[in-house]
T-cell receptor
């Protein structure tokens, strides 16, 4: 069962504009959420995380928003840069699952000049 | 390089052979996780280990797969009698702590191809 869903397989955005990536989850036991960026032939790189006690976390160009009632989180990247072109994965950890992360299927972001 | 180190980067095996994948965690990290990524899919959790202990192996196939993290040396993911369906990218991650909210940091993976 897919408990973390990224419904947009791809996103194209112009350089300098905002990229918004979305993620939905179904498990109410999730209490920690992360975003990773992945280039081909490399491992996922940690970008930003948020605990369920917060609704927003910001780090430079990256901001993650969490809406617990909707079981939805989003990643905003502003301004988008060509180096941001990658696959972005949303991941979640539950209070009942030790350190296990559950990942979405990913969103391919392409930043165009 | 203080990051998570995985080797080999690429591994080719024939059906029926054994595959051994190695992972050295980041310095200061004592928790190791293995994930598998099939083509066009996200990462799927396999196993979570601390030194000399398996904490959660709920994602491990019941047969042919095993993992260890000995007191000395890297963590090993072992696949016996490999089949074509084992072809995937296997990623190792490490963190300072397990159940607390610490991000996991990933290695660059081992791409396993079964002929």
């Amino acid at each position: 069962d897919q408990q973390v869903k990224q419904n947009s397989p791809s996103l194209s955005v112009q350089e300098g504009r905002i990229s918004i990536l979305n993620c939905d989850y179904t498990n109410s036991m999730f209490d920690y959420f992360l975003w990773y960026k992945k280039y081909p032939a490399e491992g996922p790189t940690f970008l930003i995380s948020i605990s369920s006690i917060k609704d927003k976390n910001e780090d430079g160009r990256f901001t993650v928003f969490l809406n617990k009632s909707a079981k939805h989180l989003s990643l905003h990247i502003v301004p988008s840069q060509p180096g941001d072109s990658a696959v972005y994965f949303c991941a979640a950890k539950g209070t009942d699952s030790w350190g296990k992360l559950q990942f979405g299927a990913g969103t391919q972001v392409v930043v165009t000049p | 390089n203080a990051g998570v180190m995985q080797n080999p980067r690429h591994l080719v095996r024939r059906r029926g052979q054994e595959a051994r994948l190695r992972c050295s965690p980041m310095k200061g990290h004592s928790h190791v996780y293995w994930y598998r990524q099939l083509p066009e899919e996200g990462l799927k959790f396999m196993v979570y280990l601390q030194k000399e202990n398996i904490i959660d192996e709920s994602g491990m196939p019941k047969e042919r797969f095993s993992a260890e993290f000995p007191k000395e040396g890297p963590s090993i993911l072992r696949i016996q009698q490999v089949v074509r369906g084992d072809s995937a990218a296997y990623f190792c991650a490490s963190s300072r702590q397990g159940e607390e909210n610490q991000p996991q940091h990933f290695g660059d993976g081992t791409r396993l191809s079964i002929l």
